[in-house]
């Protein structure tokens, strides 16, 4: 039974190992869904139906504006993901006082313990693969090979980890793909249909090809990005991450949930403005340290009996 275990773990890093190859791989898939998408919408079907006149042209025009707004924040939100560093522990990083004496997590996974040394701190959280001490609610990557902050999980699609300083740009990602992949789904649905219809259908067989392929794509898309949102906005609501959810799945109580509305601010900010952008008002990073990733409040009442 142990020795199965070992071959697994060997698997997982190895499969750790083979991530890192995708590299830009994912990225030019995107980019290329996304290409399909616009050559069906815009090139094809409702770019030639603005010249129609009528009903035709101003329900052309309407998916356009709507598709290129949804199109722009997409992007946006999704190299902002791509880009944005997750949140990395300080080089000489050291907890506070009361942060050593309230950490009590128990994620005791292979690649990290506590240090014994300090008798009277002796919850400290070592990483021993980087070799330094973690902050709260920090875990180590295997594929970035290095600890991240608030670390949420590793995402093959945007090449990167989802941690504390990118968390919210990946949750609007998925909620702008989510509403182009449900426009898209439901103005190439006419056309759909028509492939299983008696009659003729205008367009060479490349254009019709691109319409069904961009239509099936973006339904798969819609439906799958749908229910990963869901549970995403759960954790939000619950202030906690996918790691944490998944280790922590028998504890009663969560120190770190407040409430939905400040779960969601220690995500989102609390400037209304910022809430559908990719990016943190300045007044909202200069008196959120939870936005930084290294120190996040808890109940007091926990934080006693911790």
């Not at 990167?160 to 949750?171: D, H, R, T």
């Not at 056309?191 to 239509?215: H, K, R, V, Y």
């Amino acid at each position: 039974m142990h020795r199965s275990g070992a071959v697994m773990a060997w698997n997982v890093f190895k499969f750790c190992t083979a991530l890192r190859g995708l590299g830009s791989i994912m990225i030019l898939f995107v980019l290329g869904v996304v290409g399909v998408t616009y050559y069906a919408v815009v090139l094809t079907n409702y770019g030639p139906a603005l010249y129609d006149g009528g009903l035709d042209s101003l329900s052309a025009l309407v998916v356009l504006i709507l598709f290129h707004a949804l199109l722009v924040m997409l992007l946006w939100s999704y190299f902002s993901v791509v880009f944005t560093d997750p949140g990395g522990v300080p080089p000489n990083w050291r907890p506070m006082i009361d942060e050593e004496r309230g950490e009590t997590d128990p994620l005791n996974g292979p690649e990290f313990s506590v240090m014994p040394a300090e008798p009277f701190h002796p919850k400290i959280r070592f990483c021993r693969k980087c070799n330094q001490l973690k902050p709260s609610r920090c875990h180590h990557c295997s594929v970035c090979g290095r600890c991240v902050l608030k670390m949420d999980h590793h995402c093959v699609w945007v090449v990167n980890c989802v941690g504390a300083l990118n968390y919210k740009y990946f949750l609007l990602f998925l909620f702008y793909t989510l509403l182009e992949t449900v426009l898209v789904s439901i103005s190439l649905l006419r056309q759909f249909i028509a492939f299983f219809s008696d009659g003729e259908i205008p367009g060479t067989p490349s254009t019709l090809a691109t319409t069904f392929l961009a239509f099936v794509l973006n339904l798969a898309f819609a439906l799958s990005v749908l229910g990963f949102l869901i549970m995403h906005m759960s954790l939000v609501a619950a202030n906690t991450t996918t790691i944490e959810a998944y280790e922590k799945k028998t504890t009663p109580k969560w120190r770190y949930d407040l409430g939905k509305k400040k779960n969601f601010q220690q995500v989102f900010g609390v400037d209304r403005r910022y809430w559908f952008i990719p990016a943190y008002s300045d007044e909202d990073l200069r008196r959120m340290p939870e936005l930084q990733g290294l120190d996040y409040p808890s109940k007091p009442e926990l934080a006693q009996e911790l």
